[in-house]
């Protein structure tokens, strides 16, 4: 997988753990949900700071 494309996917997997937290009736679930949109928010931009030092 390119940088670009590890980008997207974890940007999508960030979208779709917030929209879990949302849903989550259990505000511990609520919290797990929440702590991984956070994670996969990091990795996204992680990727795309790769992704600009390789262009650089």
């Known amino acids: 997988m390119n940088m670009l494309a590890d980008q997207a996917y974890y940007a999508r997997r960030a979208a779709k753990a917030r929209t879990l937290a949302t849903a989550?009736?259990?505000?511990g679930v609520k919290k797990i949900h929440l702590q991984m949109a956070a994670r996969y928010d990091d990795l996204a931009g992680q990727s795309a700071l790769h992704l600009v030092s390789q262009t650089v």
């Open 24 to 27: 989550a009736a259990d505000p």
